[in-house]
C-alpha cells in the first residue's frame, strides 16, 4: 500500500462526544451510581424554596395563634435545612466517586493517545512535531476531566433542577410554568449559539496554533547544543517570541469572544428573571398569589439564576473541552497506514536468509522510484555490506527491511515468511540495529542496555558492556551503571552512545543485524576494539552493514554498490578492488585520499 500524505480528518462536537462515551460507559456501575446520587442532590435543591414559600406563608398570614405559625415556619426550616443537607450529601457521594473514576480514565485515556501514536507510521512521525504531539496529548487528558465535571456536576444538576423547578411551577400555575419553559429553553438555545457558532472557531484556531508553538519550543530546547554552538540564543529568542505574538493575539480573542458571550448570557438572563418576578407581582397585586407564593417564585428565580449562569459558564467550557479534546479524537480517526492484517502471525527466524523479490518502493511526494523491480537474496548467517552515494538505496533498503514503510510492489521474505504477513513486533524482535548516531532514553546506562534484553539480569547488563568495550568509561562515572545519560543520551560522547547501542544489541543476541557504521563516531584505538567486538557480535547470524567508512568492511562475504535504486557491483572486497574502472574501487581511492565521510559513501 502506498504511504501518502492524509488530509487532515474533520472532527466534530458528536464525534468528541462519542469518544467521550466511550470511556465512561466502561465502568458502568460507578457511573450509574454517580448520576443516581446527582439526580437526588438536585431533586433535594429542587424543594428548597417549597419550604422557603411555605415558612413566609407561616409568618405573613398564620392560620391560628402565634405558637402554630412558629411550629409550621420551624417545620419548614426543618425541611428546607434537612434538604440542604441531603443535597450535600448526595454530591458529596458523587464527587468521590467521579474522583476515583475520572482519574483512572485520564490514565487510560493518555495510554492509549500514546499506543496509537507509537503505532503510526514513520513518515507521520517525521511529519509531526514530538512536542506538538505531547501537548496534544496532555491538554486532551485535562480536557477530559473538565468535559465530565461540565455534563455531570453542571449540566446534568442544572438540567435537572430548572425541569425540577418548571414542573413544580407548572402544577400550581400553569402559565408561570409555561413562562420559566419558554425563558430558560430560549436561554440554553442561545448558550449553545454563541459558544458553538462564536467562541469555538477563535478556540480552534488557538488550540492549532498552541500546538505548533509547542512544537517549535520544544525544537528549540532539544537543539540547544546548536544554539549554543553558533551564539544565537537571541535569534532563538526573538523567533519564539515572534511565534508568541501570534500565541498571545489569539488567546486574547479566545478570551474575549468568551467575556462576550458570558456578558450577553447574563443580560439576557436577568431580562428573562425580571419578566418573571415581575409577572409574579402582578399575580399578587391581583390577589391570585400569596406573599408565600411570591416568595417561592422569587426563591426559585435566585435559585435558577446561580444554576442558569453556571449553565451558561459550563456550555462555554464544555465547547472549550470538546476543541481540546479534537486532536487526539482525530488520532483515533487517523488510520495507522503500516498495520498488520487481520490474521498476522508471529515471524519464525532461526538462520535469517533474506529475499526481496522483485521489489518497488518510492516515498510520498516523490514521482521517482527507490527501487524499482529489485530482486536481492542474502543467505542465512552470510555478512553483506551496502555502499554507494548519498541516496542510492542504503538506508531504504534496511528501512524496508523493517516493514517501516508498505512497498507499492513485490515482496520482502525472511526464511520464506512474507513480512507483511506477519506482526510487526514480531518482525522487529528479530532485527537488531545499531544505528550511526544511536538515541538512548534519559534513562540509566543500565536501563538503555537492558532494553535489548526485557529481563536481563545485570551481569548479564555487564558482559554486554565489556563485549562493547563500554565497561571501562561507565565504571567511570560518578554512579556507574546507574548514570543518567541526559534527553537522547547528550551527556556522552558519540563514541560512548555507540558502545552502549552495541552493547545493548549484543545483550538482544538476534538472528538478524543490522550495522549503520557503527563505529563512525569513535577514535582510532576504540574502532580497534569495537571491530573486534563486532567480529564476535556478527558470528553465526546474518548482518547486513551500511558502510560509510569501507576499511570497516573489508571482511565482508559480500559489498553490495548501490546506484540508483540498483546493484551495479557486487563481490568480496578483493574481487572488487580488482576492478580497474569499478565504482567500489573508486571510492576507495577517493576515501584513501583522505576524503572520508563527506557524505560521497
Known amino acids: 500500500m502506498k504511504n501518502k500524505k492524509h488530509k487532515e480528518i474533520e472532527i466534530n462536537n458528536i464525534d468528541i462526544l462519542r469518544f ?43 392560620a391560628g395563634d402565634i405558637n402554630t405559625q412558629f411550629n409550621i415556619a420551624l417545620l419548614a426550616l426543618v425541611g428546607f435545612i434537612g434538604f440542604g443537607v441531603l443535597h450535600r450529601i448526595f454530591f458529596f457521594i458523587s464527587e468521590t466517586i467521579w474522583m476515583k473514576t475520572i482519574s483512572e480514565k485520564m490514565q487510560q485515556l493518555t495510554i492509549d493517545a500514546y499506543k496509537r501514536v507509537s503505532r503510526f507510521s514513520t513518515n507521520w512521525h517525521m511529519s509531526s512535531f514530538s512536542g506538538s504531539t505531547v501537548r496534544k496529548i496532555t491538554r486532551a487528558k485535562w480536557a477530559f476531566d473538565v468535559l465530565n465535571e461540565a455534563i455531570f456536576t453542571g449540566l446534568l444538576p442544572t438540567l435537572l433542577v430548572l425541569i425540577g423547578i418548571t414542573i413544580t411551577q407548572f402544577i400550581k400555575w400553569p402559565t408561570m410554568g409555561g413562562i420559566f419553559i419558554v425563558a430558560f429553553s430560549s436561554y440554553i438555545v442561545l ?29 528549540a530546547i532539544s537543539c540547544n547544543e546548536v544554539v549554543k554552538a553558533f551564539g544565537t540564543e537571541k535569534r532563538e529568542d526573538r523567533r519564539l517570541n515572534s511565534k508568541l505574538d501570534k500565541w498571545c493575539a489569539l488567546l486574547k480573542k479566545v478570551w474575549l469572544r468568551f467575556i462576550i458571550v458570558g456578558t450577553a448570557q447574563d443580560l439576557y438572563l436577568s431580562f428573562l428573571i425580571a419578566i418573571i418576578i415581575a409577572t409574579a407581582l402582578f399575580q399578587w397585586k391581583n390577589g391570585i398569589y400569596t406573599t408565600g407564593e411570591v416568595t417561592f417564585v422569587i426563591s426559585s428565580c435566585m435559585m435558577i439564576r446561580g444554576y442558569v449562569r453556571n449553565i451558561g459558564a459550563t456550555i462555554r467550557v ?22 498488520d492484517i487481520a490474521d498476522a502471525k508471529d515471524i519464525k527466524v532461526t538462520k535469517g536468509n533474506i529475499v526481496f523479490d522483485k521489489v518497488t518502493f518510492s516515498y510520498a511526494g516523490q514521482d521517482k522510484e527507490i527501487y524499482k523491480d529489485f530482486s536481492l537474496t542474502i543467505k542465512a548467517k552470510e555478512k553483506v555490506a551496502l555502499v554507494g552515494h548519498s541516496g542510492s538505496g542504503k538506508s531504504t533498503f534496511v528501512k524496508l527491511l523493517q516493514r517501516l514503510y508498505d512497498l507499492d510492489g513485490g515482496s520482502i521474505f525472511i526464511e520464506g515468511q512474507n513480512i507483511a504477513d506477519v506482526t510487526q513486533s514480531s518482525l522487529r524482535q528479530v532485527l537488531s540495529i545499531v544505528p550511526q548516531d544511536p538515541l538512548l532514553f534519559h534513562r540509566s546506562i ?6 535489548g534484553k526485557e529481563d536481563a539480569s545485570i551481569d548479564e547488563v555487564k558482559r554486554a558492556a565489556k563485549l562493547a568495550y563500554a565497561d571501562g568509561f561507565i565504571k567511570n562515572l560518578p554512579m556507574g551503571y546507574e548514570s543518567f545519560v541526559g534527553e537522547r543520551g547528550v551527556k556522552l560522547s558519540g563514541g560512548e552512545r555507540q558502545r552502549i547501542a552495541i552493547a545493548r544489541a549484543i545483550l538482544a543476541d538476534k538472528p538478524i543485524l543490522i550495522l549503520d557504521e557503527a563505529t563512525s563516531s569513535l577514535d582510532s584505538e576504540s574502532e580497534m576494539l569495537i571491530q573486534k567486538a563486532i567480529k564476535k557480535l556478527t558470528k553465526n547470524r546474518t548482518t547486513i552493514m551500511i558502510a560509510h567508512r569501507l576499511s570497516t ?32 574501487r573508486k571510492l576507495l581511492e577517493i576515501q584513501s585520499a583522505g576524503f572520508v565521510n563527506n557524505g560521497l559513501v
Open 191 to 219: 448558550s449553545i449559539i454563541l459558544a458553538t457558532k462564536y467562541a469555538a472557531p477563535a478556540n480552534k484556531a488557538f488550540n492549532k496554533n498552541d500546538s505548533k508553538f509547542g512544537g517549535a519550543l520544544a525544537d
Open 20 to 62: 467521550f462515551y466511550s470511556y465512561i460507559i466502561k465502568t458502568p456501575y460507578f457511573v450509574t451510581v454517580a448520576i443516581i446520587c446527582v439526580i437526588l442532590g438536585s431533586l433535594a435543591d429542587v424543594f428548597i424554596p417549597l419550604f422557603m414559600g411555605k415558612m413566609i406563608d407561616a409568618l405573613a398570614e398564620g
Open 553 to 584: 568492511i573489508t571482511q565482508a562475504d559480500r559489498i553490495l554498490v548501490f546506484d540508483k535504486g540498483n546493484i551495479i557491483e557486487q563481490g568480496t572486497h578483493s574481487e572488487l578492488i580488482k576492478k580497474k574502472n569499478g565504482r567500489y
Open 446 to 451: 543500565w536501563e538503555n542496555i537492558a532494553y
Open 318 to 339: 464544555m465547547q472549550k473541552s470538546l476543541n481540546e479534546m479534537e486532536d487526539v479524537v482525530r488520532f483515533f480517526k487517523t488510520p495507522i497506514e503500516i498495520s
